[in-house]
């Protein structure tokens, strides 16, 4: 599944955002697990660099740099919940003047959580280089008026060929964009017919707009609620679909990194050392055996009955053979 996700997306978890560094988090794990290829092109991290102090300056200005008003009416004096309140309000400042020391310092450093993030997405990104033919066709497409491109700017219409350039042939892409150059003017939420129409005559396949990330991932990937549940549902499916004994031992390495699951996770991941065979014939090796009986140990009150059984038959078997 392709995915390209604009500037102004990124720039946003440097600012005020509805989606939450969380959802960098999860396409991250998707990345990582191959649910996933997150698409790079040279003029978004350009556009990135130039556009980032800019908009955290913003962001500061809103947040850090405007004080709580702090004044009290006189007929509000007098009240015990008048001191509480101006008490309340000089903590509020001493935290927000240490707030913007370490924010600050961190800014500087390029070692916000949100550049965290994002260096680790273009770091794992498949990165589409910046090529004369680009900027011809990008430039011949402004010059026509053809979408996407606004005010004579290349930016957009750069992206959009490079993306026709380096996307294989019958697969489809989505992208996360706020820009309205990719949006129809009829429905803001919907990628410009022309841009449909275009990725499916050259493409033949699907373009798709999604305005957030969150929007994305709760559409393609419901299931994605936390980074780390997602990456641990991963793995469980991985582990019941293993058909090596090194991916057996691979998975189930990662998943002991994990302190604890979910019942449900307890469940699933018995269902694999009872019905994969490749899982439970190793079920003797001391990591295999040593995590099954881990998760039946934590969850042997919420595990069914029935299932329980079948669990500690393989188990039982295992540790015979150790």
Same mark, same amino acid.
């Given at each position: ?55 955290? /300056?913003?962001? &500061?200005?809103? @947040? %850090?740099? !405007? ?8 007929? =509000?004096?007098? *009240? ?107 429905? /803001?939420?919907? &990628?410009?017919? @022309? %841009?449909? !129409? ?8 699907? =373009?798709?707009? *999604? ?112």
């Amino acid at each position: 599944m392709n995915l390209f996700i604009d500037t102004n997306v990124l720039l946003n978890f440097f600012h005020f955002s509805k989606d939450s560094l969380e959802e960098l988090d999860k396409v991250l794990v998707l990345q990582n697990y191959g649910k996933i290829s997150i698409w790079l092109t040279d003029q978004v991290e350009l556009e990135f660099s130039k556009n980032r102090e800019t908009k955290i /300056a913003d962001a &500061l200005k809103k @947040f %850090l740099d !405007e004080k709580p008003n702090s004044g009290i009416p006189n007929v =509000a004096r007098g *009240y015990t919940e008048c001191d509480q309140f101006i008490e309340a309000m000089k903590q509020v400042n001493s935290s927000r003047e240490q707030l913007k020391e370490k924010v600050r310092k961190d800014i500087s450093e390029k070692s916000l959580f949100a550049d965290k993030l994002v260096k680790e997405i273009f770091i794992k990104s498949t990165r589409i280089k910046f090529t004369e033919g680009q900027f011809n066709s990008a430039k011949r497409r402004v010059d026509l008026r053809s979408p996407p491109e606004k005010n004579n700017s290349l930016g957009d219409a750069i992206n959009w060929e490079a993306l026709l350039e380096a996307i294989p042939n019958n697969q489809d892409i989505f992208i996360v964009s706020e820009d309205g150059d990719y949006s129809s003017p009829l429905d /803001a939420e919907r &990628l410009r017919d @022309f %841009l449909t !129409e275009e990725w499916l005559t050259r493409k033949n396949s699907k =373009a798709v707009l *999604y305005k957030r990330l969150l929007q994305f991932l709760s559409i393609k990937f419901p299931d994605a609620k936390v980074a780390a549940k997602l990456e641990k549902d991963i793995l469980i499916s991985e582990l019941a679909s293993s058909t090596s004994f090194a991916t057996t031992h691979q998975v189930i390495s990662e998943l002991n990194s994990f302190p604890s699951f979910s019942p449900k996770q307890a469940s699933e991941i018995a269902d694999a050392y009872i019905t994969n065979q490749q899982v439970g014939w190793i079920a003797s090796d001391a990591n295999v055996y040593d995590f099954g009986k881990k998760i039946q140990d934590a969850h042997s009150a919420t595990l069914d009955p029935a299932q329980q059984k079948a669990f500690l038959g393989v188990l039982a078997i295992g540790i015979l053979n150790i």
